[in-house]
């Protein structure tokens, strides 16, 4: 039996939802039946989700989706914090440090700033789903990517503190660690640090970013009642903890 989710009724904020994974991820809720609002600093033509131009390492630009946000939904049930980067390979020697601290930037301190801008509306509502977009990369700690690696560590650590504090309420916050997923960013590389990549993958592919948006919907779902704080493999197998 598929099972299908019922979204109707609720608004939810997908962050970097222009392409790759969170344009997935808003595909999936909007087929939902939810009101999918997209922040993201790229602009896309999508029909029937709302784009807000948005950088999430702002938060004064976040402010203002959150107001546009607000002003046109009235609410927000579900955020999946989803914008990140990865671009720049370097061992920790050579990393320069302004690329290292903007790296920890959009891809940790963005999902604080943009929590914490949306969370009281989830209290006052007093419902709310939060899902992280972490890495596998956050658990294992890749080499040459210490900064992207470091900061998705914190992004786990991060969901762990808020799912803890909120347990005693109906806000559930979960992360997901994504092994290598099929995004331009794959497409990019060179079929040997492609090969080399998919031989660590006991599935030998990489996932999709429809499966991946499907983990996404279950955390973001009313159903999901009793996972908080939690961190959601998607290797395909390959972690092994
Ligand atoms: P992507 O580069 O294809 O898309 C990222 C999106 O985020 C884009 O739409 C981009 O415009 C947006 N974005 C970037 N900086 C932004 C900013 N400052 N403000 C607002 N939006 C911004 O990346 P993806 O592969 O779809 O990855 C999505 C998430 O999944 C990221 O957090 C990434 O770290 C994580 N992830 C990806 C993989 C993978 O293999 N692709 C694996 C593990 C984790």
């Not at 990393?95 to 009281?120: H, K, M, Y």
């Not at 504090?165 to 994504?178: G, K």
Request: glycine share 10%; charged share 20%.
């Amino acid at each position: 039996m598929t099972t299908r989710f019922d979204f109707s009724g609720r608004t939810a904020v997908v962050t970097g939802g222009a392409r790759g994974i969170g344009r997935a991820i808003a595909d999936h809720l909007n087929a939902a039946g939810a009101e999918v609002h997209v922040w993201d600093i790229e602009d896309a033509d999508r029909r029937d989700i709302r784009m807000h131009q948005c950088d999430v390492t702002s938060p004064a630009s976040v402010a203002a989706a959150l107001g546009d946000t607000l002003s046109e939904a009235g609410k927000i049930d579900i955020l999946i914090n989803n914008a990140g980067s990865g671009r720049g390979s370097r061992s920790v020697l050579d990393s320069d440090p302004g690329d290292w601290r903007n790296l920890i930037e959009i891809n940790l301190l963005s999902v604080f700033d943009v929590t914490r801008q949306v969370l009281p509306y989830m209290m006052a509502a007093s419902y709310g789903r939060v899902v992280n977009m972490a890495s596998l990369a956050g658990m294992e700690g890749t080499p040459n990517l210490s900064a992207y690696s470091a900061a998705k560590a914190g992004v786990i650590a991060l969901t762990k503190s808020l799912g803890k504090e909120l347990a005693l309420t109906d806000i559930r916050v979960n992360c997901i660690a994504p092994g290598p997923i099929d995004t331009e960013l794959l497409q990019q590389l060179s079929p040997e640090d492609l090969e080399r990549m998919l031989a660590k993958s006991p599935m030998k592919r990489p996932g999709s970013v429809d499966e991946l948006a499907r983990i996404v919907l279950f955390l973001a779902a009313e159903d999901n009642t009793l996972n908080t704080g939690a961190v959601f493999d998607a290797s395909g197998g390959r972690a092994v903890y």
